[in-house]
Every structure is written in C-alpha cells, then in structure tokens.
C-alpha cells in the first residue's frame, strides 16, 4: 500500500550478491577481452552510427532529418532496464503511467487520457506492431520481446507520417534485434524480482553459411501485491484489493535470414488481472482482468540492385486478440476484439550523384475487424465486423545543391475506405556548419486515422457509438536542432520544439444518452525546449543529463492538459568497477501534473541502481538491480474509467538476473 517493505534477510542477500558479483568479476579480469562493441567508441566514433529509421536507408545520426537517439544492448544492461517503456523513459522528452493494466506513453507534456499509446508508431525491424481494432502500441511488460534479444532501439522524434502513415504523430520507435552473426550458441537466462515475479528465456542461435536464424522463448509469472489500498473504496475490506495484481505472459520470436531474403515471426500472449475496479465493475473480486494475443509473420527480400540501388519487398500477415472480462457481482460482461491483416510494400531508394530518391508503396487489407460484447453465454449484444483497407505510395528526396546543406523533402498519401485521403508532408534542412556541429530545421505533418473501437464500439453501459463518421486528427510541428562535439567525447544538444495538433479525437459525454462517444473536438498545442549533455570515454565510463520544459495546452480552452508535466530531468552514468562489472545509476524527476479528474498530482524523483558484469568464465553473466532506492511513495495519474485520480505505484523493489550462454561449436584460433 505504501512501497514494499523488506525483512533485514532480504536486505543482507542483497548485499551480498553484490558483493559476490564484484568478487567474481575481480577474479575473471584475466580472462576478459577488450571491447569491440558501441561501449568502446567515442562520442566522435558514435556520430557516424548510422540510423535507419529517419529516412528509411542508412545514414549518419547528424544528417538525418530527425532527433534521433539510440540505445544499445549494452545500454540496456548497464541500467537494467526491464521493459520498453523504461528504456524509453529514460530519453528526453518522454515520460510513462501506469493504471495497473498498461504502461501509457507521453511525449513532451501529451498524453492523452485513455491514450493506448496509438499516437506513436512502434515498429520491431520495421515491422509495425500497432494492431488494427485500437492502434496500440504495446511497451510495457505487455511488449511481446525480450529486452535481451534487442541489439539497439531507434527513437526518431516529430511526425513521421511522410514515409510511415498513420500513428507515427509523435515519432517512431524501431526496435532492432541481434542477428546470429558468430558461432552457434544456445543462450539461458533467468531471473527473480520482487512480488515473487520469475522470468526465463531460452534462445538459440545458429549460423551456417548464407544462413542464420535466432529463436527464442521467454516466460514470466508474477504474483504481484498482495494487498493494494485504494481509499476511494474504504467502504469494501477497508479498501484493500488482496491478491489481484497478478500477470504473466509467454513470447516466442524467430529469425531467419538466407542472403537477401529475411523471415521472421513473433507471438506473444499477456493475461493481467487489474486490481483498481475499472468502469464500475465489483471493488475486490475476482474476474476483472484482460488478455491480449499478438503474432506477425512477416517476409522481406532485400537486393542491392547495384551499388547506387536498394530494392526492398516485403508481405506480412498480422493476427490480434483481445479479451476481457468485467466483473459486476455475480455476472460476468465479457469483451472481445480480434483482426486479421495481410499487407505487403515495396521500397526503391537510388543515389544519383549527391542526391538520392527514397520511393515505396503500402497496402494493407484487414480480413476482419471485429469487436463483440456478451454476457455468459448469452447473444452478442454488441457484433461488428469490418474489413478496412488503405494504400498508400509515398516519396522522399534528399538533395545536396548547396554545400554542407541537405534539403529533404518528401510526402505520403494515404487513402483509406473508410475516410479517404490523408497528405502528410515533411521539409528537414540539415546544415553542417562543421565537423563538430550540425543544424536542423524539421517541418512536418502527420495524421492517426480513427481506429475501429473509436469508430464503432459500443455497450449500452459507459459508451455509445459516434453520431458523425470520425475523422484523422493531424499534427503539424516546427522543430530546430542543434547538436554539436564540444569535446570528442562530449555532445551537446539543443531542441526547442512547436506543434498543434487539430481534430484530436476524445472522449465526451453524449448529450442525449449522457454516455461517452468519440467526436473531433480536440485542438491542442505544444511547445518547449529540450537540453542534453552526454559523455562516452573510451574507459567505459559515461553519462547522459537532460532536461526538458514544455507547455502542453487544450488551445480552445486555454488551460493546461490532464497528464502534462511541464518539468523532466533526467541522469543516467554508468562506470566500471573492475575491468569486467559496471554500476549504473539512473535519477528521473516529473513535475506535480493535473489529473484527468482535474486533481493534482505531486512530483515524482526516482533512484535506480544496477550492478552488471560482462561475461565471467566463458559465459556467465549477472546483473542485480535495486528499483526506487529510496522507497519514494509516488503516484501516476489514472485515465478514465477509473473512480481513482490517481495510482500509487511501487515502492523499492529488487531484481536479480543470470544469463549463460553455452556455444555449440568450438571456435578455431587464428592461425
């Protein structure tokens, strides 16, 4: 109820796991190799990584026509990050909630209320991962991929609709996986964590020739509080929700890659029970809880047409279920949701000279959409089918007319059946006005077409159907960058940022049923400035601070947003300890920000430790992490549905984790 407490047994153990993990690394310096990977590289080294995701090829993180970050594997590690949306917390502008059902995005003081994340496009090697009923994306512990299977993450900032389409208002988050680059291998890894949450992950890894493929299966179940008090219901149990916090989920991913043609699958399946009685179901019962299934397969045949020309092809099929059941007393109101979709896109980038032409066509078509209502077994009181469509051809050009300055320009037009068309331009001047210093001007507009439960659900009992078709909301953003080395191992960035969203699409009471519906009634703006320092030596010490203001208002009525705070610092360090363990240390602060009920919300600042180790003896590995240092009691503001302004979340919590990796084949030396 306030934080967790924690027996002087289960402090001491933790003492001395850290103790024994810095022995261990101690002991195995002689056996430790140099590093080879993005740890040992200069900041000057990093900023010609190349980045994929800005423009859809590879190029320089300070040509592309974006804010861009990336977070490596190692990065990942070092601060023990557990889900998603911890990584991406930890970037600037960005902050996270979480109602006890899903972890919910904001961006530079948006986020929407009951939000499911549908205003950012998340993608996992370019595949998306917004399904077709909510166009959520998944990024907490509902994210369908282990953490540990990911090589780097590519956050691009600012509408991203001219080359992506729909969803990406925000920006784009590509996940990229490791590939089976070295010798066969079979990986284990395993973990235990506060509220007895337990996770394993078995991966194997082979490479034969052309031919290379990583499988891998994850599992976690977790108990989680035993008792949550919530004063709003003080009048049932005195207010205490006991043993209904638990989840679990069970991933599968394969990749597969022979030459030029790449297959790769994913399923995953996470049941979590919610504790907080949403949408007025029974306070302290059983049966009030949803699952969600995802599985994509996706297949993509890349050439190098010659050494000027990229050719890419790809065709997919993505499944989505939903189930949730609510409990009301002794009945049980079920909901349910599932799509089917196949699609296919081509894509042609060519360099001609200085310039180059990025070119590509989308087309999707959902087998079926469908949403239904029903209690026990009883006829659907709610039945909708639908079966949506969109194409889309899209272009973008980047010209070096002048020197040190790139223009890229380029757009998207997506047409709908339901809606029609959508237009989403983007203009990027990228000027180098030397080695150490570039300078971007980014103009875009984007769109997020109406999803289907916006469109057409309803249930007679908190939400009716629109009475007018919905149309996109769209975005229309000014940003200026400058990112500039003061020292080879020192970067400096400045972002001041301005953009106003119009037809937003919220939900409102319905002035003849007094239920809610969707309408376009929304007309937000946002505008701030963002500051980062971030240092890399070659000695694996580093840092990143930042810092980022922002007024995020409702422009029709001239106030504030609910979930808006205008206020994030943030500091990750990490150091090495002995030649072959590191700790990292995170400190996160939000401002108080207003609630959806219109309360207010204090501050949060967090403290998180971890202690890892490169890989000890051959193979092993270990990290603990100590999560909310200083068992800070803090809140998140709840969305709509719930009777709660507001969601205490935990208090200090644990984490400990072996991975062990096992080759299958012996590695020859150098001759």
């Known amino acids: 109820m306030h934080g967790t407490v924690y027996s002087p047994h289960r402090l001491l153990l933790c003492g001395m796991v850290l103790s024994y993990l810095l022995f261990s690394s101690h002991v195995a310096l002689g056996q430790t190799q140099s590093d080879s990977d993005l740890m040992s590289l200069s900041l000057e080294e990093l900023a010609k990584t190349k980045v994929f995701s800005a423009s859809r090829h590879l190029e320089d993180l300070h040509e592309a026509p974006s804010a861009v970050s990336i977070i490596t594997a190692e990065d990942i590690q070092r601060y023990g990050w557990r889900?998603?949306?911890?990584?991406?917390?930890?970037?600037?502008?960005?902050?996270?909630?979480?109602?006890?059902d899903y972890t919910y995005l904001g961006v530079r003081g948006f986020l929407r209320p009951g939000d499911f994340n549908s205003r950012i496009l998340l993608l996992v090697n370019g595949h998306r991962l917004n399904e077709a009923v909510y166009g959520s994306a998944p990024l907490g512990s509902e994210f369908p991929l282990d953490l540990d299977l990911v090589d780097h993450i590519e956050v691009v900032r600012g509408p991203s609709s001219s080359l992506y389409g729909t969803n990406a208002i925000f920006g784009v988050i590509n996940v990229v996986t490791r590939r089976a680059n070295g010798a066969s291998a079979v990986e284990v890894a395993g973990e235990e964590s506060s509220f007895l949450n337990r996770t394993g992950r078995l991966t194997g890894s082979v490479t034969k020739g052309r031919l290379s493929a990583v499988l891998s299966g994850s599992m976690y179940r977790s108990d989680g509080h035993s008792q949550l008090y919530y004063p709003e219901f003080s009048d049932v149990n005195d207010g205490i929700a006991q043993n209904l916090d638990g989840e679990h989920y069970s991933n599968a991913f394969a990749d597969l890659q022979d030459g030029d043609l790449r297959i790769q699958g994913q399923f995953g399946i996470r049941t979590k029970i919610m504790p907080t009685a949403p949408f007025g179901t029974t306070f302290?019962?059983?049966g009030t809880d949803g699952t969600d299934r995802g599985a994509y397969v996706d297949v993509e045949y890349h050439r190098n047409l010659s050494p000027v020309t990229d050719f890419d092809l790809k065709t997919y099929y993505d499944e989505y279920d939903f189930w949730g059941g609510a409990a009301f007393g002794d009945q049980q109101f079920v909901t349910t949701a599932r799509s089917d979709s196949l699609g296919t896109e081509i894509n042609v980038s060519r360099k001609i000279g200085r310039q180059r032409i990025t070119a590509g066509t989308d087309f999707q078509y959902s087998l079926r959409v469908e949403q239904k209502n029903f209690t026990g077994a009883s006829t659907p009181s709610f039945d909708d089918h639908r079966t949506p469509w969109f194409v889309a051809p899209y272009a973008e050009t980047e010209l070096n007319l002048v020197p040190r300055l790139t223009i890229h320009a380029g757009a998207r037009l997506d047409w709908f059946d339901t809606?029609?068309?959508?237009?989403?331009?983007?203009?990027?001047?990228?000027?180098?006005?030397?080695?150490r210093t570039s300078l971007k001007y980014i103009f875009g507009r984007a769109f997020r077409a109406p999803n289907a439960y916006e469109s057409y659900y309803e249930d007679g009992v908190s939400i009716v159907r629109p009475t007018a078709a919905l149309?996109?909301?769209?975005?229309?953003?000014?940003?200026?960058?400058?990112?500039?080395?003061?020292r080879p191992?020192?970067?400096?960035?400045?972002?001041?940022?301005?953009?106003?969203?119009?037809?937003?699409?919220d939900e409102?009471?319905?002035?003849?049923?007094?239920?809610?519906?969707?309408?376009n009634i929304g007309h937000d703006g946002s505008k701030g400035v963002e500051f980062e320092a971030e240092a890399k030596r070659v000695s694996g010490w580093e840092a990143r601070a930042s810092y980022t203001f922002s007024?995020?208002?409702?422009?029709?009525?001239?106030?504030?947003?609910?979930?808006?705070?205008?206020?994030?610092?943030k500091l990750n360090g990490a150091a090495p300890l002995t030649h072959a363990s590191f700790v990292g240390l995170e400190l996160l602060y939000t401002s108080p920000q207003k609630s959806y009920q219109g309360t207010n919300v204090n501050g949060a600042f967090l403290t998180n430790i971890t202690f890892s180790t490169k890989p000890l003896w051959g193979g092993w590995q270990f990290s603990a992490s100590c999560y909310n240092a200083f068992n800070r009691q803090w809140f998140d503001p709840a969305g709509p549905g719930l009777v709660q302004p507001e969601i205490q979340q935990d208090g200090r919590t644990y984490r400990f984790k072996i991975v062990y990796r096992l080759p299958l084949e012996k590695v020859r030396p150098k001759q």
């Open 83 to 100: 889900t998603l949306a911890d990584v991406i917390g930890s970037l600037r502008g960005f902050y996270t909630s979480y109602d006890r």
């Open 508 to 519: 409102v009471p319905d002035p003849v049923s007094g239920l809610n519906h969707f309408v």
């Open 489 to 505: 191992w020192l970067e400096l960035t400045g972002d001041g940022f301005f953009a106003n969203l119009t037809n937003l699409i």
């Open 419 to 435: 809606f029609g068309g959508a237009l989403s331009p983007r203009v990027a001047l990228v000027y180098q006005a030397n080695s």
């Open 284 to 286: 302290d019962e059983p």
């Open 471 to 486: 149309k996109p909301e769209h975005i229309q953003s000014n940003e200026l960058v400058v990112e500039h080395s003061l």
């Open 551 to 569: 007024d995020a208002r409702d422009e029709a009525n001239k106030i504030a947003l609910q979930n808006s705070p205008t206020s994030l610092a």
